[in-house]
């Protein structure tokens, strides 16, 4: 068997809301686990968490954990008895796999039983080690860092800190909207979403029959993609040709997409309402393109209460596209479909609206 350790930073400063949002990791990460057909005892230890795994199934466990927002950071290492001997015996046979040639011992001793402090393991542990495998010992930077964690009455040695994703644990936050349209931007926006602890229910809009069914498939097929990290499925497919005949038929061309999008924010309310989501969000990045000017987001929000979450508002395309090669939804992204809003799109779209406020009028 193999201990996977996993740290979590910035719930831990969450004082007396701190066991709701444990509780939401572990819920994440029981499920992302049972979806695998794998154990579910995820145990609490002082302030980390702990599983026992099989060796077979390390690559699944690494994928799940290293895509769990709420992670800081994880290993897997080896249990063992709170006995120096035996730290020492895994630590040498660790370290002995490297090939580093300086090294240094980290412990931390949350289990104040053990008879030994943590400097005194550090002395201990690398004095074995020096003379089973004659490193050095460097105290900064060395090639090689091995850790000791002393947690109820028990220990675990590991060489590797893997990075997870940050962040805050899914639905945390509550649950939001997410406007998703395909392309390479709102998968972006509803990851970022996600990190600070929204779960994202999906809703797209579509033109089909006018246009082919590709956009919904890729649309189901992103959020299979970010499921990785949202552990979420649920999306919402609301046809559209019907309203945007309505705007082509008695709106100035300039405003159809001013138009769409109004009445695209007030569908999503209105779910938002029924799935009990507090807010809404889109992949608009200011400036982006004609539609996404600051005074065309104005005319957006207008129609709405809810707060809309724009998380790319300051993200390049250039950012945005990295962004989206990281978490895997490029490729998808960029397949070929037809934009519900190109179909009747205006040939100089409007990009000063001054709807709202003739509204106000
Ligand atoms: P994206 O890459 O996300 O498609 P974009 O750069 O193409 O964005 P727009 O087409 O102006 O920009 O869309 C801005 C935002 O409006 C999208 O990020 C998305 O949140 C929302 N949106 C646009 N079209 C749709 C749609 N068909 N269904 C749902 N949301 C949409
Ligand atoms: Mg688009």
Redesign the pocket.
């Known amino acids: 068997m193999l201990s996977l350790i996993i740290h979590y930073d910035e719930i831990g400063l969450k004082g007396g809301n701190r066991l709701f949002f444990e509780k939401k990791l572990v819920e994440t990460l029981k499920a992302k686990a049972a979806r695998h057909g794998l154990s579910k005892n995820i145990r609490r230890l002082y302030g980390r968490y702990y599983v026992e795994i099989k060796p077979e199934n390390q690559t699944t466990w690494e994928q799940i954990v290293s895509s769990t927002f709420g992670v800081s950071n994880f290993s897997i290492g080896l249990p063992c008895k709170q006995d120096i001997a035996e730290i020492s015996q895994i630590a040498i046979t660790l370290l002995g796999k490297e090939s580093g040639e300086t090294f240094r011992i980290e412990t931390k001793r949350s289990d104040k039983n053990f008879a030994l402090k943590s400097q005194q393991i550090n002395e201990q542990v690398g004095h074995a080690v020096i003379m089973a495998l004659h490193k050095k010992v460097k105290l900064k930077n060395p090639d090689m860092t091995c850790y000791v964690e002393i947690v109820d009455g028990r220990a675990f040695v590991y060489t590797k800190k893997i990075s997870g994703p940050g962040g805050l644990p899914i639905g945390s936050s509550g649950t939001a909207i ?10 972006v ?1 509803a990851w970022y979403a996600a990190k600070r602890g929204l779960r994202p229910i999906f ?4 033109s089909y029959p006018y246009t082919t069914d590709a ?1 919904i498939e890729k649309v189901t097929q992103l959020i299979k993609i970010l499921a990785t990290y949202t552990n979420e499925y649920t999306v919402y497919m609301c046809p ?1 040709v019907d309203i945007q005949k309505h705007i082509v038929m008695h709106a100035p061309e300039a405003y159809r ?1 001013i138009l769409y ?1 109004r009445c ?1 924010i007030r569908i999503a309310e209105k779910l938002a309402w029924k799935r009990k989501a507090k807010a809404l ?5 200011l400036g ?2 004609a ?2 000017t600051i005074d065309n987001m104005r005319s957006i929000s207008a129609v709405t209460t809810l707060p809309i979450i724009r998380p790319l508002i300051g993200f390049d395309k250039k950012e945005i596209i990295e962004k989206a090669k990281k978490i895997n939804t490029f490729e998808t ?1 960029i397949l070929p479909h037809d ?3 190109t179909v009747f799109m205006p040939k100089k779209p409007e990009t000063y609206s001054k709807l709202e406020i003739e509204e106000e009028k």
Do not use: N, W
């Open positions: 997410v406007l998703a349209s395909g392309g390479i931007d709102s998968p926006a809703l797209h809009f579509h956009s559209f997409i999008r695209m969000v889109t992949g608009e990045s982006q393109v539609s996404q992204a934009d519900c809003c």
